[in-house]
C-alpha cells in the first residue's frame, strides 16, 4: 500500500498541468454543491430550531394576518379594540403582542461604561455605530413565554415605573432599582431583574421562517400605555400578534368570530393556526430542499463526467507506464488502485478547501440566516463534503479503472509513455 500510495504522490506532483485542471473542476464543482447542500440542510435547522422554540403546542397559538390597512388617525383605537374583542372570545387566554426597536434611553447613551459594554455587543450589527442606542423588545406578558430565557411574567414597580429587565451583560453596571427614561417618549421604566445570556427571540416579524438570534445586550419591557395610542408603534406590532387558546377550544367558532369583527369594522384580517402555517413552511421547504439536493446532484454529475474524461484520457496515454510497472511486479488492481488514489488526492484537497472557502464566507455574512448556515455548514456539510470527494473520485474513476482491469500486459506495452509536464 505505501509502494501504491507514493506512486499515486508522484503522478499527482509530476503531472501538475492535470493536477491543476483537475483540482479546479473539482473546486469549482464543490463549492455549488455544497452551497446547495447547506441551504438544504439550513431549512430543515431552521424548521428543528423553531419546533424547539415555543413553550406552547402549535395547535393552541393562533396569528392574526392583517389585510391592507389604511392608516388613519382612528387605526391604533380600532387595533385595540379588535384585541379586546378577540381576549373576551370564550376558549381564548390571551392577546399578545411584541416589538423590537432601537431607541435611547437618556441616562445611558452617553455613560462610557455602558457604551463600552453595548458597544461590544453591537460590533457587526446594524447598529454598531451608536453604541449608546439601546435595543428593546417590548412585549406583553402573554408571549413572555415565546422567549428562551427566564421570564415569565412582568413585575410591578414599587415607584410606578414600567418594569425592565435588562440582559445579564449590563447586570455589572445597571443595578436593579435604576431608572430610566425614554429619550422619545419620557416613558420612565425601572430594572426590575435580568434575563438569562441564552435568551433568544425571533430576528423578524416571522416567527417560523426567520431564525431566532441573540438577545445578549437587549432589554424587555411591556408595552408602555401611550403605545395604544401610536400609530408607528401599533403598525409595527400589525403582524406580531397571536392568540393563545385553551386546548378544548372551539376552533372553528373562534376563527370565524375573529374573522366577522373586521367585515363589520372595515378592514380585513383573519387568524391562522400556527400549526397550520408551519406545515405550509414545511411543504415550502421539502420543496427548495428537492431543488437544492437535485442541483447538487446534477452539478455532481457533471464534474464527474469531467475528471471521468480527464482521468480516461491520462489511462490511455500512460499504456507503457503501466505495462513496465506490471512487470516490476505491480498487479492491474494496483494499478488500478493507484490510479483512484490519484484521483481522491486531487478531489479531497479540492472539496475541503471549498468547504474553507464557504465557511469563510458564511461566517463573514452579514445574512439574517448567518448562524443557521455556519451551523448547518460545520455539522452536516463537512461530512457530505467529504463523501462528495469520495464519490466525485469512485464515479470518475470507474471507467478507467475498468479499462486497466480488461487490458493485457501485452496490450499495455504497446502504447506511448505519458510526458511530463
Not at 5 to 34: D, G, I, N, P
Not at 45 to 54: H, I, N
Not at 88 to 114: C, H, I, N, S, W
Not at 143 to 167: D, R
Request: with cysteine.
Amino acid at each position: 500500500m505505501n509502494v501504491r500510495f507514493y506512486w499515486a504522490v508522484r503522478e499527482v506532483l509530476r503531472q501538475k498541468r492535470r493536477t491543476l485542471l483537475l483540482f479546479c473542476v473539482s473546486f469549482a464543482a464543490m463549492l455549488t454543491v455544497l452551497s446547495a447542500l447547506t441551504n438544504a440542510a439550513a431549512a430543515f435547522w431552521q424548521q428543528d430550531t423553531f419546533a424547539d422554540s415555543l413553550a406552547f403546542p402549535l395547535e393552541t397559538i393562533l396569528h392574526l394576518d392583517y389585510g391592507d390597512m389604511e392608516e388613519s388617525p382612528s387605526l391604533p383605537h380600532t387595533l385595540c379594540q379588535y384585541r379586546a374583542y378577540i381576549a373576551g372570545l370564550p376558549g381564548v387566554q390571551a392577546v399578545g403582542r411584541f416589538d423590537a426597536t432601537g431607541m435611547y434611553f437618556a441616562e445611558l447613551k452617553d455613560r462610557a461604561d455602558y457604551q463600552a459594554v453595548n458597544g461590544r455587543v453591537l460590533a457587526g450589527g446594524k447598529y454598531e455605530d451608536y453604541p449608546g442606542i439601546s435595543q428593546l423588545l417590548s412585549v406583553d406578558e402573554a408571549l413572555l413565554p415565546f422567549v428562551q430565557g427566564n421570564l415569565t411574567e412582568h413585575a410591578q414597580s414599587a415607584s410606578g415605573a414600567l418594569p425592565l429587565y435588562a440582559s445579564e451583560v449590563f447586570a455589572g453596571i445597571l443595578p436593579v432599582g435604576t431608572r430610566l427614561t425614554d429619550e422619545r417618549t419620557g416613558e420612565v421604566y425601572e430594572v426590575m431583574g435580568y434575563f438569562s445570556r441564552d435568551s433568544r427571540w425571533v430576528e423578524e416579524d416571522d416567527l417560523i421562517r426567520f431564525p431566532m438570534v441573540s438577545l445578549d445586550g437587549w432589554f424587555i419591557a411591556p408595552f408602555a400605555p401611550s403605545a395604544d395610542g401610536d400609530l408607528m408603534t401599533q403598525l409595527s406590532c400589525l403582524h406580531n400578534t397571536y392568540v393563545r387558546l385553551d386546548t378544548d377550544v372551539d376552533l372553528n367558532a373562534v376563527t370565524q368570530a375573529i374573522q366577522a369583527y373586521p367585515a363589520q369594522h372595515g378592514f380585513a384580517a383573519k387568524a391562522v393556526l400556527l400549526a397550520e402555517e408551519f406545515r405550509t413552511y414545511c411543504r415550502e421547504t421539502g420543496v427548495f430542499t428537492r431543488r437544492q439536493t437535485a442541483l447538487a446532484v446534477f452539478v455532481a454529475g457533471m464534474a464527474a463526467a469531467s475528471l471521468l474524461s480527464v482521468s480516461a484520457t491520462g489511462t490511455l496515454l500512460k499504456r507503457r507506464e503501466y505495462g513496465v510497472l506490471l512487470a516490476c511486479g505491480f498487479t492491474r488492481q494496483d494499478l488500478a488502485l493507484c490510479m483512484g488514489l490519484e484521483l481522491l488526492l486531487v478531489a479531497a484537497p479540492a472539496a475541503l478547501a471549498a468547504w474553507l472557502y464557504k465557511l469563510l464566507e458564511f461566517a463573514t455574512s452579514d445574512d439574517l440566516f448567518r448562524e443557521i448556515l455556519l451551523a448547518a455548514h460545520w455539522r452536516v456539510s463537512l461530512p457530505l463534503c467529504l463523501a462528495a470527494a469520495l464519490l466525485l473520485t469512485i464515479a470518475a474513476a470507474a471507467i478507467p479503472a475498468a479499462m486497466i482491469l480488461r487490458c493485457q500486459p501485452s496490450q499495455l506495452t504497446g502504447g506511448e509513455a505519458n510526458g511530463a509536464d
